[in-house]
């Protein structure tokens, strides 16, 4: 059996180009004890993974070590590592038979080999009987997902009266948290986002105001949107639009960090956050805290419930860009870091 796979062809200088990856055949060994063969057939495509084209560590390994998570050390040539949907077509692992869709890492691939059960993703298991896509196990249904709900909910404690702002409303994280915070009750919930077309988008989905983070001033922007400040932060972007939000930040307000894809496309990844007031984060009291999801996955069973609910009863719209085909990988990634090109999540489907 013949699959195609996307490679790191070359370590990108700042935002990555096509030129940055490749593609490749690679031929499927059969199946021994313990194996399985996966038909993919969605791939998630998120900025995170831009952080291990680096030629440098991002990580701290002793965190990492305590976790007993590894990630993947991409070097040139190997497979564009990610979450990846797919069906068993091929087993020899009473856990995974014939038929079964799982989630594994295994990458960008059109068909995976595994030998390794920590290849699976334990964070999402498919119940065979849900009536959702497919492809919301890697989006609403998966990282993304939790991460908004973890983040307002458990981390963010949100109040119904909270004035809430959200960084890269648009993208497969941001989206899901606006309405969630509107469900939560929140009084005003403001987005960011760098199009009109997604701005459209976002009002329709719930969130009362949008502002554009094109030409900077995202201060005097927030200002205008939140005259009376902001309760909590949810960040997924880092740099200018952290500063402004805790400016803005009432005494007591919270700030809570999942991303921060400013600095994504920086080769210096464990540059020193510049620009952030620091007073006013003392004389307001002001809570700052990031997170990572796969230290919660406690919660994973209360989240997966309480999301499959309002997805069913359409109180969640789930966003997605569709590329097709393992060719469109690539460009899928690219446009992760071009203003305005897609919306929601971004999925590849083979």
Known sequence: MISREIYLSSRPN????????????????EVSAGQVVIRNLFLSVDP????????EGIYDEQLLASHHVTPPVLGLGDCIPGFTLGEVIASRNQKFPLGAIVIHQQGWQEYSHLDDATKFAPMATIDPHCSLPLSYYLGP?????????????????IKESDTVFISAASGATGHLAGQIAK?????RVIGSTSAASNASKLREIGFDVVIDRRGGNIASKLSSAAPDGIDLYFDGVGGEHLAAALRCLKPG???????????YNDPRPHRELIGVPELPVIMKG??????RVFE????????AKEMTKWLSSNEI??????????????QAFVDLFTDGAKFGKSIVKL
């Open 48 to 55: 995170g993974w831009r952080l291990l084209f680096n030629d």
């Open 183 to 187: 469900l939560c009750g929140a009084a």
């Open 286 to 291: 002001l809570t700052i805290r990031g997170f």
């Open 317 to 330: 719209q789930a966003e997605e860009t569709v590329y097709h085909n393992i060719t469109s990988a690539p």
């Open 296 to 303: 919660n996955m406690h919660h994973w069973e209360a989240f």
């Open 141 to 157: 249904l998966g990282q993304n997902g939790f991460t908004a709900w973890l983040g307002l909910l458990d981390i963010g404690n």
């Open 253 to 263: 307000g919270r700030a809570i960090l999942s991303g921060a894809i400013t600095s």
């Open 14 to 29: 700042g935002k990555p180009t096509l030129q940055d990856f490749g593609i490749r055949a690679t031929e499927i060994p």
